[in-house]
């Protein structure tokens, strides 16, 4: 389904209970609009993890601790605000009557035909529920406006072209991540329910300061989760994990050896608190960062969250009703402390097997692709060369033509003189001979008077 519209429906959902809730007069009508609204509250948690997964991937860590913070926020104020709502508590005589008034009203005939809604008693208790509720459809439109924009249709085609990601033991760490999630969602939530009872019976605390010590739990959890946003932008999802593994450690150790020790429950709650803000978010942006999670994935491990969430506070409350002395509360703290410090190392040793030998196998293919490319310059040089050495063979060629044709010209020239030449003195010597020949001085001499004459000179 498109998440804007999934998301839009479970808030709209939400809204109808909470405008419900109020006026239901029957136990059965109340378990079914609860029902209804931890159903859809469920697809919220499961959708809105998605959701920021498939529009940032990896890079989604503070926008996971945002979302979270958000719960956090919510859980902290909800209370104080029901709490003005609803006024000072009543005192146990208007309880006690008004207890009485209800037993009569079972007892007579009218109590058979009670209709299933009708407006509740306390006013301010409707106007708490109210205005929650109009809130909440407030936000059930703006996903519905998300869903008829360009920009939903954007981060869709973005989301399906997203390269996916699956690690080699994908589903080996989905179950550890389920059982990373139960263990740790349910001692947050053990400790959360159960540190007021805890206080008052087993160390002493008057109800004032246990309400205190429970404030300061979620206090500190939800500040830590608001610093989270800030902090996730310069830290890996893992080593907010680890960090979170040490304080949960240590914080639950004090707890269990001072646990009667009102000092000790005030720090160690405090850091406890700190510690277990950041886990669950932390979590999900580290598995986004080896496999790609998806709609089934996600529902999978926050149903093991669910689960712990609904398990182990109900076991613990038996245990600690069944042995008052024991620190139940404390122990199950340190339990899951170990627990999850146990699995993330397994789980981080799965995850990055697979990816270091793929980082390998990309880093040799990225060598390779690179001496392919000087590969395919040093080709192109040699081509360039190969080019020149053409270029200048050729011209060359010219020039070795060009001089022989020079050379032939000029022989051709040479020999065209000489020809002339050999002519010209050939015809000067038979005009010389002619004109020796029919000269009337030389002819009436003989040949023998020419030595006389000659010898006559060198006289």
């Known amino acids: 389904m498109n998440p ?5 429906v479970s808030m709209l959902a939400t809204t109808v209970s909470l405008y419900l809730v109020p006026f239901c007069k029957t136990a059965v009508l109340l378990i079914v609009m609860t029902s209804v609204f931890g159903a859809s509250m469920g697809i919220l948690d499961t959708g809105g993890n998605v959701l920021i997964l498939a529009i940032w991937g990896d890079r989604g860590a503070p926008h996971m601790q945002a979302l979270h913070f958000s719960f956090a926020l919510g ?30 009203l079972r007892l007579s005939p009218e109590a ?21 509720a109009t809130y909440i459809f407030v936000v059930s439109i703006f996903l519905f406006a998300l869903l008829f924009t360009k920009r939903s249709q954007q981060e869709k085609a973005k989301t399906s072209a997203q390269r996916s990601r699956r690690a080699k033991y994908h589903n080996a760490l989905l179950c550890l991540l389920f059982l990373f999630f139960f263990f740790y969602v349910g001692a947050e939530v053990t400790y959360g329910s159960y540190i007021f009872s805890f206080a008052t019976t087993h160390a002493g605390m008057t109800e004032g300061e246990a309400a205190g010590l429970n404030s300061i739990f979620w206090g500190t959890f939800a500040t830590c989760r608001g610093l989270a946003i800030f902090f996730a932008t310069c830290l890996q999802p893992g080593t907010m994990i680890v960090l979170s593994n040490i304080g949960s450690l240590l914080s639950s150790l004090l707890l269990v050896l001072f646990n009667k020790s009102p000092i000790c429950l005030w720090i160690a709650t405090s850091v406890y608190g700190a510690s277990m803000a950041t886990t669950f978010p932390s979590g999900i942006s580290w598995i986004e960062q080896y496999t790609t999670i998806r709609g089934k994935a996600a529902a999978f491990f926050v149903v093991g969250a669910a689960l712990g969430e609904m398990a182990i506070p109900g076991v613990i409350g038996i245990l600690q009703g069944r042995y008052p002395d ?22 981080y040793k799965l995850a990055t097997s697979p990816l270091s030998r793929q980082q390998k196998e990309h880093r040799k293919s990225e060598d390779q ?8 310059l040093n080709d192109q040089e040699e081509e360039d060369e ?11 060629f010219e020039v070795i033509e060009m001089d022989d044709a020079m050379r032939i010209s000029v022989e051709e020239t040479a020999r065209n003189a000489v020809v002339e030449s050999t002519a010209e003195v050939s015809s000067q010597f038979h005009s010389d001979a002619l004109v020796c020949e029919f000269s009337p001085v030389t002819a009436g001499k003989s040949p023998g008077n020419r030595p006389a004459r000659s010898q006559d000179k060198r006289d």
């Open 386 to 396: 190969e080019d020149d050495a053409e270029r200048w063979n050729a011209m060359d």
């Open 369 to 376: 692709k690179s001496l392919l490319s000087s590969s395919g």
């Open 112 to 132: 058979d035909s009670e209709p299933l809604f009708g407006v509740p008693d306390n006013m301010s208790l409707l106007w708490a529920y109210a205005v929650i």
């Open 4 to 8: 804007f519209l999934l998301l839009g």
């Open 326 to 347: 024991l620190p139940v509360v404390m122990y199950t703290s340190l339990g899951s402390a170990v627990a999850t410090a146990v699995l993330f190392p397994v789980m």
């Open 75 to 104: 859980a902290f104020l909800a209370p104080l605000l029901a709490k003005l709502a609803l006024g000072p508590p009543a005192s146990a005589e208007n309880h006690t009557q008004a207890a009485g008034n209800r037993s009569a």
